[in-house]
């Protein structure tokens, strides 16, 4: 079992930036995959950004290319999202989720408004 819990969020203008947090405990050992994903309102639950743990290999969306970065500090077992340039669409509710043995586990999620 992985446990994710997930920090961060807030309301911030159009420009400015937030960085989240996503603190894992229990079988962390087992966590061989890591991500970002959001869904805002009305709209399907999207991938963000992606972190192979072992590799610190890391992917992006479209969207957030350029803007995003996601990175791990192992020794605090915690994944991050720097959030840069801000834009209104990034409004969501943004989830953590990390894979391990093939099964995903999902943290609750944190609110990023982003308006003027």
């Known amino acids: 079992q992985v446990q994710l819990v997930e920090s961060g969020g807030g309301l911030v203008q159009p420009g400015e930036s937030l960085r989240l947090s996503c603190a894992a405990s229990?079988?962390?050992?087992?966590?061989?995959?890591m991500g970002w994903y959001r869904q805002a309102p009305g709209k399907e639950r999207e991938w963000v950004a992606v972190?192979?743990?072992?590799?610190?290999?890391?992917n992006y969306a479209d969207p957030v290319k350029g803007r995003f970065t996601i990175s791990r500090d192992n020794a605090k077992n915690t994944m991050y999202l720097q959030m840069n340039s801000l834009k209104p669409e990034d409004t969501a509710v943004y989830y953590c989720?990390?894979?391990?043995?093939?099964?995903?586990?999902w943290g609750r999620g944190t609110q990023v408004t982003v308006s003027s």
């Open positions: 989720r990390a894979t391990a043995d093939g099964y995903p586990y």
């Open positions: 229990g079988s962390i050992f087992s966590i061989n995959v």
């Open positions: 972190i192979i743990t072992s590799t610190g290999a890391t």
